[in-house]
């Protein structure tokens, strides 16, 4: 089992910069793959990056790819979100996921953080 919890969200400037960070309590976070999604209003919840347990491996979203940065620290049990040149359509509630390395199903999900990016 792992618990999330995403924190950094807020209201910043179309072109800003903010980084979102997910703290995993519980054990043996680096043999997690972890995963961060979002969810806009009125819209259904989109995959956005991931990095696998050594983060040697990550991958994106072509939306925010060249923009957004996923990194992870195993020491610290915390996986981040960079996110630059940000968008208003990048406004949603964003997700913190887990799954079990190599698994198929994110079955561990934080509460969210809001992001509200003004033009």
């Known amino acids: 089992q792992v618990q999330l919890v995403e924190s950094g969200g807020g209201l910043v400037q179309a072109g800003g910069s903010l980084r979102l960070s997910c703290a995993a309590s519980?054990?043996?976070?680096?043999?997690?793959?972890m995963a961060w999604f979002r969810q806009a209003p009125g819209k259904e919840r989109e995959f956005v990056a991931t990095?696998?347990?050594?983060?040697?491996?990550?991958y994106y979203a072509d939306a925010v790819k060249g923009r957004f940065t996923i990194s992870r620290d195993n020491a610290e049990n915390t996986v981040y979100l960079q996110m630059n040149s940000l968008k208003p359509e990048d406004t949603a509630v964003y997700y913190c996921?887990?799954?079990?390395?190599?698994?198929?199903?994110?079955?561990?999900w934080g509460q969210g953080t809001q992001v509200t990016v003004s033009s």
């Open positions: 990095i696998n347990w050594s983060g040697r491996s990550t």
């Open positions: 519980g054990r043996s976070f680096s043999s997690y793959d």
């Open positions: 996921a887990a799954q079990r390395s190599g698994g198929t199903s994110w079955h561990f």
